[in-house]
């Protein structure tokens, strides 16, 4: 089965290239009668679109004005596949034109290159963090499923180019081009993404996802556990190279009697090292996923790489790229996150009606 | 779908209880005429086997003798579902009777029991560590795939309780309890789980596993990634709550600059700060992965939790237990990349035909 | 992805060979606390079971046992993979040394051979009619699953060498030898057999299943239509070779006025002519489904073939084999319509508690 | 797992309603490097447009113009995602207002209700038979890949109204507007159909779907058999109510010695009521399978019905509508027979690799 599609019961597939027409997404199994419209899907579209100004991004402006092509019937969703689509405006593939033999390092140039035999110079054809825009635009439904179910999800940075945000104050996350919660670490990550940028390098950083309001039960046993998909689909973005669920790395140094989580009444944890999941179902707690996410991999700075005749090339890549992918890849985590959970938000669903049955019996 | 199916193409579903009859795995989708028969999969098997008598490990002695039921015929496999057996036979039910309505602070008996409204107190039931065997049985056959396409997965221990391997000293791994490439870390992990299971506590530590031999081309583009599969496989292992591909969490804090690895001649990196997959797709360098496995949470020490009704109690889960997942965890990370480069490799098979043939023409 | 499994949320797989040691199913996704033992699947079990003594059968005597390996707790299922094991016990392969180098005409001999590059001759291997054991042993379990949402579920025969049944007196159908609801066609039936086997011949037939009690609203739009997965469900059994529902190839011959069914208050139909399904969902009418069974192809007449190494080879299947497949043929047919019913039971389930919200609201 | 896709390895996913914006596909798993322009698929699409003037169509003109939005790149498809949008240009839904509270008869307006609790009343929504436009472009792309293999798929109606086509002239089949390759029996289909249309009803057919050059050894045993498949394709068209493979129905009155197909040297059959599959794999003679296509439900005769709170109504379905489906259901038979192949045929090819290799050793 080709990789292209996401989720079991809530399923996507994405669709288009970088500098292709348009580039799009089919959601198949989206409960009917819900409230949707293209203001709804726009909004969340916007928080991921580059060109809003901040320190670290680049220029290029895209309108990224979604279109409902089906799906919808006054106002609610059917039942049926909804068809998002995404025109491509400002694609100005000319300025790959001198990439057409040579492959970027850090890039998936070379990889695609072995697979398929084709080189997409364009932008990075499919493998360009631009596809990322299709998967937010459905995590604007899967977004409107889970809160109809009391389900919250927020993804913030905590870390970039090495400086650690300490607070966790969720008001500040909309108000600063970082998408950080932590006002004073965002003044030093400026300052670090000034540097970089200046010397013509990137930065990476670690951004954090939190699911509120999951009730206990989500998640397949062994193979699909709730943190295994929540794993697969963090590293499903390009470039993130690590992901961890509550404690993460740092379980591997505490004690059993550090790290589990006592159980109090009603079934509350009395903390939460287990990220609201155990044995790959969530435990009711806040889901607490963290993503590192690597340096761009586009600098100015020369590097060594080969054509594709294979003989040395040394590259410098050109125009104005962002110094780190941050900001605009901290919607992406919220957004797979999101997908995750509705997809066994319906998955648990149908057990659940059996249990709850049996439990009155 | 349910969960207790992983793959596609070389695709697995396992099956059992730790305290019921039996536990097994049924393999569908391995290809025909590789050479196999019982002792291959017993071999790997013992590998994960508890009570060899190291220093970390609980006595309990389970034989698990493997047996092959269906697919193989006349020494080599036919095409068709390879059905493989593994009864239980050291499973003392009674000695969990107490837990029978008590949750195990760490475990998933409340989870399941929130979600399937049972609870199998036996060990766990299906949560238990013990169905990794099959994972394990499945993974010998992946293996005998995978070497005869040349390639070849290493797993091994590289942090116990806080105690890390500087050395990666391949010959070591089989020769100390703990799979470790590093002889100067092994006194002193040994020093370290002597002190913790004194004190009737548990700790953790860090697999990681490397992948000779992998072509590149391998991985889907977008959702099936292969540094996705792999986070998503070794996240399902019940102990493991962080995962990271390369450079993982150190990526966050490097330069675009120093993380890039350069391209030489012949499509030789430089360096391997990607972990050998570039957008998701194996560039012919080692994969590298590394997996963080919390402590085992069956501790003497005393515990807060709740019983069924709600009601808190004071817990010492008794018996003897493992003081850390270690030994047995690194043979299951090396199955689960097994079963996800031996699926890969038969999904990049046709493609790769048709690739050759428009490259020669 | 390989073809041994079966269903989205209620997943069967099987396994195993004709001759190899044992056969098996494992079912994942069955919800859990429905009754199940060892007899109820057996009871169903016992149906399809050769040697039974009627007038049409091989004398060939299978005791069939089946063994629950997991999945049940305490009689109860518990959500987790259940496992069915049933061992090959009258398994004579010496018998069918002699074809160890012949195809036999209208068997899988000679596609599997190209298929796979392996020859196992014994029995037809994986292709034999054995195989569906396993979907009868699935199939009990979806009947507890479907029995307790009041739907159930009967195959019988309608036609036998060219002997049609007039009457479905469903109370006739365990009666005799062939499952047939028509006690008159069943001693012509008898003497058709009689006869043809007598030339050393065989026939075929036409099994028909009615599913009651199902509500409107189960199947999928577009491609998993309850139809659709019907047809393919029943073509999935070796012998079938047409499948037709509600009024079939005759609605190819009707007027629009005559095939629709007319709709009357509380959505019931004055007819059905669709066998209960429009555009792919239950109208809340019986399912009416009918499958073409093939005449068996091993008959003791000679027979043009050829060997493995392509030379010509006039065959005569011995042995004692069954005159027609018809009586082992129809607990599988019921057995495949059950299984899709429970797989779109729960497939529905999830929408439905939405649409029944938004209904109350 | 929602209904909107098909195929395991060509995967397509369709949307899009009838009197929506737009409807389309996505193609995942179509190899790279295959020749492929909009030009192609538009050809394909033209031939199921209602309009061209026959007998028996409807006058409502559809361009359906086919725009390629992703996946090729310089003429050649990339291995990435194909997306293909057809936007509706010619779509009154006001003709259908009157039907806002109505359930035709025959058609799957009450059982989409029923399940999804949505009335889209616009001329049958996403239940329409112009979802098959879908369908048939994907198809354009997959004769592209099945052309390139050798395998040439044609589709033609061999009855209709109670006319049954006598010859398989296939040079007929595109000059008469029924696909009929039999000229004599046009002309007597084609007053009946006058007849029908003149008495405001409409009939049924059948449709014979060949598919030449198909090599021996596509289809995956048990469930997936490539039989099954196709039955499972074929009745997912909306209209279809019958399948039959090779001698199909026909079979269940044969004689084992007259049904089976004698193998000749190099592995050529004498006879074909196989239908050029044994066991589920294709034995390299030409696949054959028809299906019963049932009269449209679309009549301006007066039916009894039910309106949405349940009360009686008697209605005319107005406006000019085809008397039959066969001339646009052709193209479609087509189209699902071509997926089901394409699908295969990569589906196997990783196996023949490796197969081919030990026949070699």
């Known amino acids: 089965m080709p990789g292209n599609s996401f989720g079991q019961f809530f399923r996507i597939t994405t669709w288009g290239e970088s500098h292709g027409p348009a580039l799009g997404v089919v959601i198949d199994g989206c409960p009917p009668l819900l409230n949707l419209d293209e203001s709804t899907i726009q909004k969340k579209l916007d928080k991921r679109r580059p060109g809003k100004g901040g320190a670290v991004e680049t220029p290029r402006k895209e309108p990224d004005r979604v279109e409902i092509l089906s799906g919808v019937f006054e106002g609610k969703t059917t039942g049926t596949p909804i068809s998002l689509l995404i025109r491509n405006k400002d694609a100005k593939s000319s300025s790959y034109d001198r990439l057409r033999e040579v492959f970027r390092p850090g890039h998936g140039d070379y990889t695609y290159w072995k697979k398929y035999g084709v080189r997409d110079h364009r932008g990075g054809g499919r493998s360009s963090g631009r596809e990322t825009a299709a998967r937010v635009a459905a995590a604007a439904v899967a977004q409107v499923l889970l809160r109809s179910a009391g389900i919250d999800v927020r993804a913030y940075t905590v870390a970039l180019?090495?400086?650690?945000?300490?607070?966790?104050?969720?008001?500040?996350?909309?108000?600063?081009?970082?998408?950080?919660?932590?006002?004073?670490?965002?003044?030093?990550?400026?300052?670090?993404?000034?540097?970089?940028?200046?010397?013509?390098?990137?930065?990476?950083?670690?951004?954090?996802?939190?699911?509120?309001?999951?009730?206990?039960?989500?998640?397949?046993?062994?193979?699909?556990?709730?943190?295994?998909?929540?794993?697969?689909?963090l590293m499903s973005i390009g470039a993130v190279k690590g992901v961890e669920i509550g404690a993460g790395f740092q379980a591997a140094v505490m004690l059993g009697s550090e790290n589990n989580d006592p159980i109090g009444p009603e079934g509350c944890f009395y903390s939460n090292?287990?990220?609201?999941?155990?044995?790959?179902?969530?435990?009711?707690?806040?889901?607490?996923?963290?993503?590192?996410?690597?340096?761009?991999?586009?600098?100015?700075?020369?590097?060594?790489?080969?054509?594709?005749?294979?003989?040395?090339?040394?590259?410098?890549?050109?125009?104005?790229?962002?110094?780190?992918?941050?900001?605009?890849?901290?919607?992406v985590c919220e957004a797979m996150v999101q997908l995750?959970?509705?997809?066994?938000?319906?998955?648990?669903?149908?057990?659940?009606?059996?249990?709850?049955?049996?439990?009155?019996n």
Not at 171 to 195: G, L, Y
Not at 209 to 219: E, H, K, Q, T
Not at 310 to 319: D, E, I, M, S, T
Request: glycine residues 12%; aromatic residues 2%.
């Open 273 to 331: 090292n287990s990220g609201g999941i155990l044995a790959g179902i969530s435990n009711g707690n806040d889901i607490v996923a963290r993503a590192a996410v690597k340096p761009i991999p586009s600098i100015s700075r020369e590097q060594d790489t080969i054509d594709m005749s294979g003989k040395p090339v040394k590259l410098r890549v050109g125009g104005r790229h962002d110094a780190s992918a941050i900001p605009r890849i901290v919607p």
């Open 340 to 360: 995750v959970l509705a997809d066994h938000l319906l998955r648990n669903r149908s057990i659940q009606t059996l249990v709850g049955q049996a439990r009155e």
């Open 161 to 233: 180019g090495g400086v650690a945000a300490v607070r966790r104050d969720l008001e500040e996350v909309e108000k600063n081009t970082f998408f950080c919660p932590d006002a004073e670490a965002v003044e030093s990550m400026e300052k670090r993404i000034s540097e970089v940028r200046a010397a013509g390098d990137s930065v990476g950083g670690i951004v954090e996802v939190v699911a509120a309001g999951v009730p206990a039960g989500l998640g397949e046993p062994v193979f699909d556990k709730l943190d295994a998909e929540i794993a697969g689909a």
